[in-house]
């Protein structure tokens, strides 16, 4: 039997269209770009997360000459809340990036990698609610997606074991 997953996710073109608390994550995010070390990939990422007491926490991507042994921002800033912060819940994630190595704004939007979206889905379940993911272009466009559980349908978790 064939079935299907989909999800909603809300596509804007302009930060303003984001209530406050998400615009600031966003520029948190946009600003995390510049902790990034990535001297092989050109590729930078900056994370930013919000936590339900208002704190923002941010990360970069960080690689390596053992390329690809290097960690995305996401996992960072996610690392970060859980020594800073462990008993506050994560409300939502935005994610930004540069390419040094494209001339042009890029249009594209950047989404978590594989094993990203699975830590962010980790954390939702420990918490025991939902996390937003707030996605982001150079050049100004967004995704918002109410739920990670979106980015990851079919996730393996700790209720499989």
Not at 33 to 61: D, T
Not at 93 to 104: G, L, P, R, V
Not at 133 to 152: E, M, N, Q, T, W
């Amino acid at each position: 039997m064939k079935q299907q997953v989909s999800f909603d996710f809300q596509l804007l073109t302009s930060d303003n269209e984001l209530d406050l608390a998400l615009q600031n994550l966003l520029a948190a995010a946009r600003s995390a770009v510049a902790l990034s070390y990535a001297p092989y990939s050109k590729f930078h990422v900056g994370a930013a997360i919000l936590l339900q007491n208002g704190e923002i926490v941010k990360g970069g991507n960080q690689e390596n000459a053992s390329f690809p042994a290097g960690i995305c921002a996401e996992r960072v800033a996610l690392s970060a809340v859980s020594s800073l912060f462990p008993s506050e819940k994560i409300q939502a994630i935005a994610i930004a990036y540069t390419n040094a190595q494209s001339d042009e704004m890029d249009e594209n939007i950047l989404s978590p990698c594989g094993i990203c979206r699975q830590s962010i889905l980790e954390v939702a379940d420990r918490q025991s609610d939902e996390i937003q993911i707030l996605l982001s272009s150079p050049a100004g466009k967004i995704i918002l997606i109410d739920s990670a559980r979106h980015l990851l349908p079919l996730a393996f978790s700790s209720s499989n074991l």
